[in-house]
């Protein structure tokens, strides 16, 4: 019998790091500005705001309302106000640099790049300039142009973490792999508490395979925020495909405290609950995993195989019913449902879960095995020795499956047939004690009592407690019992 099917999954976000710089001083807005200086941006703001109001034509206040919005992450403000100074003709490395953020942070890179090109040739030695135009360079997909002002930012600043945190991401985005996680490490060694650059670093091992590094990588990252989701769930995903499920469902649990509504870490809770026969815990978390992503198809079949095993048992198969209607193609709902119905003896509805498996993966050798051992069950023998010969078409070196077609031949009275698939299953299987005994009926049927008695010696020597082969010597006198079973 096929147990169910079970998948993994982790997402992992990339991230990138912010830097933001003032414009120097002027003397016009100086009311708005002593309140920023005295730590009340929220006075400022609306005092600039007024001031611009009253005087349209303030290029110098608007350059500094825009930078103070930028400060607060009102992109689009800050925008506005910033365009507003450039059209009053104010102009300046610190403008060009603002407006820059401004237009990146509402999405339009190219625009952003533009800017800091234009601040870049105002002022050649601003490495924040070159960084930010490295990222904007990201943003529009071109990686190559990305890594050369990144790697002009790290020429002026080769101290600043972020430049080459960012230098490493899109060193990875070429394809350079090993240069990426060298600037990475840099990062990480000039910012040991940001677990941001630990992320990165961890995900980048990863995908080289570098698991234990990657590991230690995820570890620092979480040390440095113990409240860091993507920390957790990175290192809950590493430990998780190597085995370790009782550490991953620990940092999984951790994850989902930091986030209880998100979808990942209840998924792979559920899972990891389903692995350990924990199936209230299962249930619980599949439950919130499918709130969090109700049309999720393997969400909702292994919610109902740890509910059917939570003894749900209605609710389990309309759960796994309900993926095979999503999704006919996912595999392992159908194997869920046909062996919960299988389990339950209901072999009409498990035939029919046995075949959408077989419609959903036709190479799959145990779908038909069931199927066939169904049918034969069922005394349907035409359908099981079609099942059966499937299987064998499937898996050539299936000793089952041949002997589940000699099975259905004894049963349709073709002896000489069946003799013939039974010796068939023996070469493959020679381990397998019923063929034995089923050859040895056959045998006996045809007057080959010696060879028969022989073959149901063979099955007590490698099962003694084969009861069929058992009853069918002590119909001859002998008492198996007393049998050498490694003769």
């Not at 469902?249 to 990942?264: G, H, N, S, T, V």
């Not at 692995?275 to 995993?289: C, D, I, Q, V, Y």
């Not at 048992?313 to 996912?330: H, L, Q, R, W």
């Not at 064998?392 to 003799?419: H, R, V």
Request: aromatic share 8%; hydrophobic share 40%; net charge neutral.
């Amino acid at each position: 019998m096929n147990r169910f099917c079970l998948l993994m999954r982790n997402i992992l976000p990339i991230m990138l790091v912010a830097l933001l710089v003032p414009i120097a001083t002027i003397a016009n807005t100086e009311d708005g500005v002593r309140l920023y200086k005295q730590g009340k941006t929220d006075e400022a703001i609306a005092s600039l705001t007024q001031t611009a109001k009253s005087d349209p034509k303030d290029a110098t206040c608007r350059r500094w309302l825009g930078f103070m919005l930028l400060s607060q992450q009102k992109y689009s403000d800050a925008l506005a106000a910033l365009k507003e100074a450039r059209a009053l003709n104010s102009d300046g490395s610190d403008l060009r640099f603002n407006l820059g953020i401004a237009y990146l942070q509402t999405g339009d890179a190219k625009a952003a790049a533009s800017e800091f090109q234009e601040a870049i040739k105002q002022r050649k030695d601003w490495a924040e300039a070159y960084y930010w135009l490295g990222n904007s360079y990201l943003k529009l997909q071109d990686a190559q142009a990305a890594v050369g002002e990144f790697n002009k930012a790290a020429a002026l600043s080769p101290n600043d973490a972020n430049i080459h945190n960012n230098l490493g991401l899109a060193l990875g985005e070429m394809g350079k792999a090993d240069q990426g996680i060298a600037e990475l490490r840099k990062a990480t060694g000039l910012a040991p508490q940001n677990a941001d650059f630990w992320i990165n670093l961890g995900i980048a091992l990863n995908d080289k395979k570098n698991i234990r590094d990657a590991q230690s990588a995820f570890e620092k990252a979480s040390a440095a925020d113990p409240q860091n989701y993507t920390a957790r769930t990175g290192l809950a995903g590493i430990l998780a495909a190597q085995g370790e499920d009782e550490k991953a469902l620990a940092q999984y649990e951790a994850a989902a405290k930091i986030k209880p509504d998100e979808f990942i870490p209840q998924y792979n809770l559920g899972v990891l609950y389903l692995k350990k026969n924990s199936f209230l815990g299962s249930t619980e978390a599949f439950r919130k995993a499918a709130k969090a992503n109700p049309d999720d198809v393997e969400t909702i079949a292994y919610f109902g195989w740890a509910l059917f095993k939570a003894g749900k048992v209605d609710e389990g198969i309309a759960k796994m019913s309900e993926a095979t209607g999503k999704n006919p193609k996912f595999a392992p709902a159908w194997q869920n449902l046909a062996t919960a119905y299988t389990t339950l003896n209901k072999n009409t509805e498990a035939a029919k879960a046995w075949e959408g498996l077989l419609a959903a993966d036709p190479n799959n050798a145990g779908a038909a095995l069931n199927l066939g051992y169904i049918y034969l069950t069922e005394g349907n023998n035409e359908k099981a020795l079609e099942a059966y010969e499937t299987a064998a078409k499937i898996d050539p070196k299936s000793g089952s499956a041949y002997f589940g077609i000699g099975s259905t031949l004894a049963k349709m009275n073709k002896s000489d047939e069946a003799i013939e698939q039974y010796k068939k299953a023996i070469s493959l299987s020679p381990k397998f004690s019923p063929a034995y005994n089923n050859l040895g009926v056959e045998l006996e049927k045809k007057g080959q009592v010696d060879q028969a008695k022989e073959q149901y010696r063979k099955a007590l020597r490698i099962d003694p407690k084969n009861e069929e082969a058992i009853k069918n010597l002590e119909r001859f006198g002998e008492k198996p019992g007393l049998e050498n079973p490694g003769a």
